[in-house]
Structure formats: structure tokens, C-alpha cells
């Protein structure tokens, strides 16, 4: 049987009318609860000019983008009122996204170019919500799914819970858009692949349910429909560890934790990705609620205009592009559920497998050889057993491989060779001895 509910609350960032249904099986054990928003989930409002910026797609994406095989996720666009130059950006927008994330079931969007009033360049969201019963590898349960990601991990379309639209996403009608897929805009024109990647990335997940509502004499904080939060939601806690699903839900306790400018991710794949030493990714919580804005982006001073994960901040500037989704974003999609496409998380780069060191143990030099194909700034130092750097080279990897040299002053003993992405921060160490 099929019971009709509905529910009056705001999700994630910006206002938001949930009406909703729950599908029971026929036993009645097994009960998908369902929920769909009536406006998008976040807004992306334009920041001011702070020079040009460009950060262009991953090598791998790239790669696999320009070898023109078959991505790892199918994205079916419905678009309406769209230009076919700007029906062009929103497809290029589209490939970096299936070139980075896995799904066996087509993820479909629905985007529209609308006049969204000022200070609106676009807004996204998932169109439904749905909690998972099948116990799928990695899920929750009593815990919100976007609709993209509960058919990723239950294999299956969703049209049985009625409607086959995954993301809403809409886009101004009245900005000055630079339609370019090259990731350099000019200074007076906002990079429309930027923003489409950032919308798409809240339909697919980065997204949660808390709201701060005014009331006297204390504001109100919720994050819970129905007695259930989202995926999003069960990944961030404060600098203190709590989990923000532990404070009181309603209660004023929770919407000064969302005011509190201290709110962090604590996905370990997120936080293997941002390689300091088990800091957390920290998420946007400004002392003054912001809907559309807070809660759900990432820290704008912790990842600034120009870093590879600052594409999920809060806001964007004309004249910057960001045309990678970050591998701490994909890291923490991971954590949620996501598949990754191969190669596209750091954390795959440096491992065991793909690096290479000679000799070992060595007597002037070192070689250290990296995957075919890895091209980016390294930084390599030689590390003895108490900790004290020895050496330290940056070089690029052009040529494939990364040389330590002149070592043959240094003493006959154990030494550590630690090498280091500059761009993703990703490194690895191993050991190697001088004879």
C-alpha cells in the first residue's frame, strides 16, 4: 500500500517545501520512505573579481574524456530554453562529471536556463530523496539517498517510486556567461562550466538537510525529515568531534553548531585527501545562517579561489574557473556511496604499485620512476631515521622520472624517501638504504 504524508521544512541551504510518500512491500517489512523537494536544494550567488583564475580538468579525466571510450556514468539531459552554445558548455560540464564518478543506472537531469533574479547565477538540487532497504554495500540505514546515488547503489531506476527525474538544476537567463570549455574566461564574464559542474555536484550529493529558522529567543536548528537525515549529513561533525546528528533535533543547541563556524568533514576518504596529517576538509558554517549558501559548501578561506578543491565553495567570481571536482570531493562522494572512476582520487596515484625506486640500496643517486602517464610538480626529500630532512628537490615528471642526487656525502644508514604531489597535496614515503 502506498501512505500519503507530508511535511513543511526547508533542506540543506536555501528554502525548501518537502512534500513526501512512503512505498511499503506487501509485508509491510521492508518500507522505502520518499522524499521530494518543490525548489532546488542550494544556490550559487557571484562573488566579486579576484583576477583570473584557472583550474582546469584532471589529467585523467582529460584523458579519458579526449580518448572518446565509454565514461563511467551516463547522464541523460533534458534541456529547456538552452542556447546550443550554452547546450554545449552544460554537455562538456556533463562528460567531466561521468568521467568521474560510476553508475550503472543513467542519471537523469533536468536543466533550465531561467532569469533567477539578482544575485543568482544558478541553483541545483536532487529531486527526490529516498532511504534504502536492501542493504546495499556501504549504505545507511534510516538515511537519505539522492535519487542519483540510491540507483547507483541499488542498481536500479526509480521510477517505481514515481518520476524518473534524478537532479533539477536551473541557470540565469540574465549573466554575462562565458560559454568557453577552455577554463579561462575573461574578467567580465562567469565561466558557465564552473557553475554547471557546482550545480551538479549538489544534485549528486553535496548536500545536506540542516536549516537554522528564526525564532525567539533563541534560533532553531533541524536536520531531520521524518526522524531521518541525509547521507551528507552523517559525515559532518564539529572541531570538537561531536557528530552534528548527536545535538538535540529541533533545538537551539543544533542551530549554534550550524552557526558556529566549525564544522567539518570527517569521511576518511575526504580526509585522506586533503593529506595533513588527519585534518579534517572543513565545510562552510558562517556565524550568520545563509540560506542557499550554508552548511553545504566547502570552507571558502580553507580551499580560496585557485585551489583544486574550491569548485563546492560558496560562491564564484567572473574571470575564475574551476573544471575539476576535487579530489577531496570525490573522496567524500565516495564515502557517501559513489563509485570513483579509476584514477581520479589521489590516493591511487603514489601507491606501492606505482612507484618505483633504484637503487636500492644506492650510492650517489636516486631514481624514482611514476606511473606512465602521471604529469604534474613533485617535490622529493630524503628523510633520516630521526625525522630530519636531508635533502629536498622539486622537479616536474615530464620525463618520468624524479631524481635525488650528490648523496654520496651522507653516512651508510637507513633513510626514508618521501614524494609529494604539489598540486594534490598526495604523497607517499619508502624506505631505502646507503651503502
Known amino acids: 500500500m502506498i501512505k500519503i504524508t507530508s511535511i513543511s521544512k526547508r533542506l540543506c541551504c536555501a528554502l525548501v517545501i518537502f512534500s513526501g510518500f512512503s512505498l511499503f512491500a506487501q509485508d509491510n517489512i521492508n518500507e522505502v520512505h520518499v522524499h521530494t523537494p518543490s525548489r532546488p536544494a542550494c544556490v550559487l550567488p557571484p562573488g566579486e573579481f579576484t583576477g583570473l583564475i584557472s583550474v ?13 571510450g565509454s565514461p563511467c556514468a551516463t547522464f541523460v539531459v533534458s534541456y529547456n530554453g538552452f542556447t546550443p552554445e550554452a547546450q554545449a558548455a552544460f554537455q562538456y560540464a556533463v562528460d567531466i562529471w561521468a568521467n568521474s564518478i560510476e553508475s550503472p543506472v543513467p542519471i537523469n537531469v533536468n536543466a533550465q536556463f531561467t532569469s533567477l533574479g539578482a544575485g543568482v547565477l544558478g541553483s541545483a538540487g536532487a529531486a527526490t530523496f529516498l532511504t534504502i532497504t536492501s542493504g546495499a554495500p556501504g549504505s545507511q540505514p534510516n538515511t537519505f539517498y539522492p535519487a542519483a546515488l540510491w540507483e547507483k547503489l541499488e542498481g536500479e531506476d526509480r521510477s517505481m517510486f514515481g518520476g524518473s527525474n534524478d537532479i533539477n538544476a536551473n541557470f540565469s537567463s540574465d549573466t554575462n556567461w562565458y560559454f568557453g570549455t577552455d577554463a579561462n574566461p575573461p574578467a567580465g564574464q562567469f565561466d558557465f562550466v564552473s557553475v554547471v559542474l557546482h550545480e551538479l555536484g549538489h544534485g549528486l550529493g553535496f548536500a545536506g538537510f540542516a536549516n537554522v529558522e528564526d525564532s525567539f529567543p533563541d534560533d532553531i536548528g533541524d536536520i531531520r525529515f521524518n526522524g531521518a537525515a541525509s547521507i551528507y549529513d552523517a559525515f559532518i561533525e564539529n572541531g570538537a568531534g561531536d557528530a552534528i546528528l548527536s545535538f538535540p533535533d529541533p533545538s537551539a543547541a543544533l542551530a549554534a553548531q550550524l552557526v558556529g563556524n566549525d564544522l567539518y568533514c570527517n569521511g576518511p576518504t575526504a580526509i585522506a585527501q586533503l593529506n595533513q596529517g ?30 583544486v578543491n574550491s569548485l563546492m565553495t560558496s560562491s564564484i567570481g567572473p574571470g ?6 576535487g579530489f577531496i570531493t570525490l573522496g567524500f562522494f565516495q564515502d557517501m556511496g559513489w563509485s570513483i572512476c579509476a584514477g581520479a582520487l589521489s590516493v591511487e596515484e603514489l601507491t606501492v604499485e606505482n612507484v618505483s625506486i633504484s637503487p636500492n640500496p644506492f650510492v650517489d643517486s636516486i631514481d624514482i620512476t611514476l606511473k ?16 630530519r630532512f636531508v635533502n629536498t628537490v622539486k622537479q616536474d615528471n615530464n620525463n618520468g622520472t624524479l631524481t635525488l642526487s650528490n648523496l654520496n656525502n651522507l653516512d651508510t644508514a637507513l633513510y626514508f624517501v618521501k614524494i609529494t604531489n604539489e598540486i594534490t597535496g598526495n604523497s607517499i614515503t619508502k624506505k631505502v638504504v646507503k651503502n
Open 372 to 387: 606512465e602517464g602521471n604529469v604534474s610538480d613533485y617535490s622529493v626529500s630524503l628523510i633520516d631515521i630521526n625525522g
Open 278 to 307: 588527519g585534518t579534517l576538509p572543513r565545510t562552510f558554517a558562517p556565524t550568520s545562517w545563509q540560506p542557499g549558501s550554508s552548511y553545504s559548501h566547502w570552507n571558502n578561506s580553507t580551499f580560496p579561489n585557485g585551489d
Open 56 to 68: 582546469p580538468r584532471a589529467p585523467e579525466t582529460a584523458a579519458r574524456m579526449e580518448a572518446g
Open 320 to 325: 575564475q574557473a574551476n573544471h575539476n571536482p
